[in-house]
């Protein structure tokens, strides 16, 4: 039995425009919308906000449900739950990450999220999403990077 993970993610949208982060991880570099663990005790509103505040400098000012994912990652051992909200936001992009993952954030256009969004996991969902062609659950057998 893999120990579950649970992640909140922030779709962060400006037009035809869309906020992604620049993280790192030891070695691994990789883009990704803002996001991450939440912490004991958090509810997913709370989180959704610290994270956005952490990886963006920017304040949630309103979000709503936009989807869920469940993957397996044999790799890692886990199993995560992942919970998107669609946010809007206020302020300045000011990274203020305690764990020092982010390197740099960056408005791109929807059409260039392949270039950035490696993983099929996140980037299939997304990309319905964000056509208005979305459900509300996708589950991967087994995430692949």
């Given at each position: 039995m893999y120990p579950l993970y649970r992640i909140i993610v922030a779709i962060i949208r400006k037009?035809?425009?869309?906020?992604?982060?620049h993280n790192q991880s030891g070695q691994e570099k990789r883009w990704s919308l803002p996001?991450?663990?939440?912490?004991?005790?958090?509810?997913?509103?709370?989180?959704?906000?610290?994270e956005v505040e952490e990886e963006t400098g920017l304040t949630v000012t309103s979000s709503s449900f936009a989807f869920l994912t469940e993957n397996f990652m044999?790799?890692?051992?886990?199993?995560?739950?992942?919970t998107y909200f669609d946010c809007e936001?206020?302020?300045?992009?000011?990274?203020?990450?305690?764990d020092d993952e982010i390197i740099e954030t960056k408005w791109i256009n929807q059409t260039e999220l392949a270039k950035y969004i490696t993983s099929e996991d996140v980037r299939l969902p997304l990309s319905a999403y964000l056509e208005e062609q979305h459900k509300g659950y996708y589950?991967?057998?087994?995430?692949?990077?």
């Open positions: 037009g035809d425009q869309l906020l992604i982060v996001g991450g663990q939440i912490e004991s005790g958090e509810t997913l509103e709370q989180a959704l906000r610290r044999p790799t890692y051992q886990a199993h995560s739950l992942v936001v206020s302020g300045l992009l000011d990274s203020n990450d305690p589950m991967f057998e087994e995430m692949k990077w």
